[in-house]
């Protein structure tokens, strides 16, 4: 099993403040693992670290082969990351087809977006900001997927979203695990519905790591969520 991102003891945060402290976590290829936890627990602190856009403040990222490096965030797409941020960050003004040929890389190709997210075919010459929230995040991922990653990593795929709308892009991503090997990490509110479609999930509350494991098994024991969701202690 190839190993694409470990992370070992991080603490990372902003302004030498950390917010999230001693996370351990890693993700193999082929492998979705969901980052879960209550707001404000450190899972966007996380995968900002993870992209070079945040510093870590100890411990150690090691993602495709080396770390992060803030002065150059560029270097870990480069080797093969594609980040879907919380805020999905399209070219609002330039069309869908636009949009997707942006994320394409060396040996890239668009047609691998339309190959998950059919329904982007007929809105091509849309342009992004007139698309519906279901619609844009198909073509965020989409996006992302364009590049060929070889690490997905998915902030709040449900942002603003109906629950059934959730539930048809959700399984895309294990699809794309299954067909193709990418790793994803996926940070995700609908707790359920990241455990049905993730391998492993992660639970954080107030920075710290509560619960970690297999998804099928933290699905099966409801109080562990439940009290992680609270902010409880740390759950042994
Ligand atoms: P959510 O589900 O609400 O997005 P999250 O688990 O992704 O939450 P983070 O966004 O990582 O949480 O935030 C973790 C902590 O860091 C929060 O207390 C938040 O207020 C704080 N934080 C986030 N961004 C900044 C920032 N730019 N400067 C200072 N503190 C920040």
């Known amino acids: 099993m190839t190993r694409l991102l470990e992370i070992d003891d991080l603490s990372a945060g902003y302004g030498g403040v950390p917010v999230v402290r001693h996370l351990d976590l890693h993700v193999d290829a082929g492998e979705v ?3 879960l936890g209550p707001n404000g627990a ?33 270097l ?4 093969g990351v594609a980040h ?13 087809a636009e949009n997707l040929r942006l994320g394409v890389r060396r040996g890239g190709d668009t047609s691998v977006a339309l190959d998950y997210f ?12 007139l698309l ?20 997905l990593m998915v902030d709040e795929l449900s942002l603003g979203l109906a629950p059934v709308v959730v539930e048809q892009l959700l399984p895309v991503l294990r699809q794309v695990a299954d067909d193709t090997g990418t790793g994803v990490l996926v940070v995700e509110q609908h707790v359920h519905l990241a455990l049905e479609i993730a391998d492993r999930a992660a639970i954080l509350a ?31």
């Open 42 to 74: 450190g899972k966007t602190t996380t995968l900002l670290t993870v992209s070079g856009l945040l510093p870590s403040l100890a411990g150690s990222v090691t993602v495709l082969g080396g770390p992060p490096s803030t002065r150059r965030p560029q």
């Open 33 to 35: 693992v969901a980052l």
């Open 84 to 96: 879907v941020p919380e805020a999905r960050s399209l070219f609002t003004q330039l069309t869908v």
């Open 76 to 79: 870990v797409a480069r080797r």
């Open 118 to 129: 059919p329904a982007l075919g007929k809105l091509m010459d849309r342009r992004a900001g």
């Open 206 to 236: 107030h920075g710290e790591l509560v619960a970690a494991g297999p998804a099928d098994e933290l699905a099966a024991e409801a109080s562990v969520l439940e009290r992680s969701y609270l902010g409880a202690a740390t759950i042994d």
């Open 132 to 151: 519906s929230g279901g619609e844009q995040q198909m073509l965020a991922v989409g996006r992302a997927l364009a590049a060929r990653p070889r690490l």
